[in-house]
């Protein structure tokens, strides 16, 4: 039931932006982007959301493409403790509820 | 900590077991959720309630049965489970119903069934 595609695995050097992709071009007019993050082992934590327009956060920024197909999370300054699984999501919100693909794992790196 | 507590944090149970997994939110949510995580996999839905009615059951066995007493508490109720039903169980809140809030989950319980 995913309707987004993530690569498996991402490396970061510690200190320099991490840029997350995703695709999602089965997207329609009403469906949100979400982006979530799970440490190992642990409940996965919301990190940002959004339609159309660039959101950005304490936490993160979020990039979707004009034709809303795609959409980039970066993490300005990656630390080792970002770490973690990204689940990149859509949602409507008639549905009420979240599908989870396999995400990405970002290592981070010293 | 984001307001989802659950307890136990982790679980040894064997096959014959009757156990309950539980879950409370204090953040004044309506919507309360259960997912399985089994080993590098993906997060598997499994009930979803809203405001104490269940709205969603995702093909789940009725070895595991929910409970919703009331928009703070969750439960899940676990009896005869077999060894594949190990896993990590997450449950998680939203605000409201048909909004766009995010969810807020908890910290999980580990199950390992004998």
């Known amino acids: 039931d995913a309707k987004t595609t993530q690569p498996p695995s991402m490396d970061c050097a510690e200190g320099r932006a991490a840029n997350l992709p995703c695709n999602h071009s089965?997207?329609?007019?009403?469906?949100?982007v979400y982006w979530y993050r799970q440490i190992h082992s642990q409940g996965p934590q919301y990190i940002i959301h959004?339609?159309?327009n660039n959101e950005t956060n304490e936490m993160a920024s979020l990039i979707i493409t004009e034709d809303r197909k795609s959409s980039t999370l970066i993490l300005p300054h990656a630390t080792l403790r970002d770490t973690a699984v990204y689940y990149c999501?859509?949602?409507?919100?008639?549905?009420?509820?979240?599908?989870f693909g396999s995400g990405t794992k970002l290592n981070v790196k010293p | 900590e984001t307001g989802v507590t659950q307890t136990p944090r982790h679980l040894v149970m064997g096959m014959t077991n009757k156990k309950s997994l539980k879950c409370e939110q204090h953040?004044?949510?309506?919507?309360m959720y259960w997912y399985k995580q089994s080993a590098k996999k993906p997060l598997e839905l499994m009930f979803v309630?809203?405001?104490?009615?269940?709205?969603e059951n995702n093909s789940v066995p009725s070895r595991f049965s929910p409970e919703c007493p009331n928009s703070s508490h969750l439960f899940l109720h676990l009896h005869t489970l077999q060894p594949e039903d190990s896993a990590l169980y997450l449950c998680?809140?939203?605000?409201?119903?048909?909004?766009?809030?995010?969810?807020?989950f908890g910290p999980g319980t580990r199950l390992t069934v004998l």
């Open positions: 999501i859509v949602r409507d919100k008639d549905f009420n509820k979240f599908y």
């Open positions: 089965t997207i329609s007019g009403n469906e949100y």
């Open positions: 959004g339609l159309k």
């Open positions: 953040l004044g949510h309506n919507a």
């Open positions: 309630y809203n405001f104490k009615e269940q709205t």
């Open positions: 998680a809140s939203i605000g409201q119903f048909n909004s766009y809030n995010e969810q807020f």
